[in-house]
């Protein structure tokens, strides 16, 4: 069971489970969100604070899980006519069970998932439902347990409340490796595991062959790596192909340095015959996942739905730096 839980279960299957029918761009050079420019919670409470600006937008999380400490929020915003917006100015609120003690608020950026034409997959450019970009906020958990997020946007300069979600903080100990575990050791297929038959191992169109060149066993605690685990043709969140692009593009830049590798999520690149082992060893509630990890095969970050090349970039120098 997931630990987020929005008011408006129908969204989270649009943006988790796929991104929806079509996208609503309010700002093509979007400005970050100040904090200084929305309401400062001034003791009041959760309920109070969302009375404040009338219902708009709806806040969907792209992420499953929420920890004691700083936590990286993804999120898509949507309208009632199931229309993603990017380009608002956004914040998030956090506070207790009860409402009381609201924290924030606390700025989202908008992280476009745009790559160089020469990166944009068929896959991509083909599906009029792939994701276009992902707000961020770095967010605050002072201790485990239920809390609730508030989100507030100015669209079209209009502040709106953006519904609120539950979060059980620390809920889910059995995921993923997290910041500072050990990474798991799997084999990764490569290209000459399958013959040099290259739709075996990547469902992207056309298969990005440079992320298949190295079985991961091979250079776990010996070599910086980023692992995506991600399956663009058959993805429910609708990410995959734009992350994998991402990869794609970002790998070339580190000139070896990084060792960049993609794994897909199904046997055989079908649904119906479940999941490859590598996503049970690695215990994913979700797709698609990438993991930074250094030369002592320690993951140093971890990002969970879309996200940016900026964000890739971000994760693999610390894989490279660490």
């Known amino acids: 069971m997931r630990p987020f839980r929005a008011l408006t279960v129908g969204f989270i299957l649009l943006f ?12 093509s050079a979007p400005k970050p969100a100040k ?6 919670p001034g003791g009041r409470t959760i309920a109070q604070l969302a009375k404040t600006a009338p219902a708009g937008p709806v806040l969907v999380p792209s992420v499953s899980n929420a920890f004691k400490g700083e936590n990286r929020l993804g999120f898509g915003l949507f309208t009632l006519a199931q229309k993603q917006i990017n380009g608002a100015q956004v914040v998030v609120y956090t506070t207790d069970k009860q409402g009381q003690q609201v924290k924030g608020p606390y700025p989202a950026r908008f992280e476009s998932l745009a790559v160089k034409p020469q990166f944009q997959s068929k896959t991509t450019a083909s599906d009029p439902d792939a994701a276009k970009g992902v707000y961020v906020a770095d967010v605050p958990f002072a201790k485990d347990g239920p809390a609730t997020i508030l989100g507030m946007a100015r669209v079209g300069g209009k502040l709106q409340s953006a519904g609120q979600l539950s979060v059980d903080v620390g809920a889910n100990t059995s995921g993923p490796p997290r910041v500072g575990d050990k990474a798991i050791l799997v084999h990764t297929p490569t290209l000459a595991s399958v013959g ?9 169109v056309p298969p990005a062959k440079s992320l298949s060149q190295t079985d991961f066993a091979d250079v776990l605690g010996r070599k910086p790596v980023v692992l995506l685990f991600a399956t663009p043709a058959l993805c429910k969140s609708r990410v995959c192909g734009p992350v994998e692009d991402i990869a794609a593009q970002v790998a070339p830049q580190y000139g070896g340095k990084v060792t960049f590798i993609h794994q897909e999520i199904y046997n055989d690149n079908q649904v119906d015959k479940g999941f490859r082992p590598q996503v049970g060893k690695w215990r994913l509630p979700s797709e698609p996942w990438a993991f930074a990890i250094d030369r002592k095969g320690v993951v140093v970050d971890r990002l969970e739905g879309a996200f940016s090349a900026r964000e890739l970039q971000r994760a693999a120098q610390k894989a490279l730096s660490a």
Request: aromatic letters at 4%.
């Open 35 to 40: 904090a200084a420019d929305f309401p400062n």
């Open 16 to 27: 988790v489970v796929g991104c929806g029918s079509s996208s609503s761009d309010t700002s």
């Open 196 to 204: 040099g038959d290259a739709s075996k191992v990547d469902t992207r």
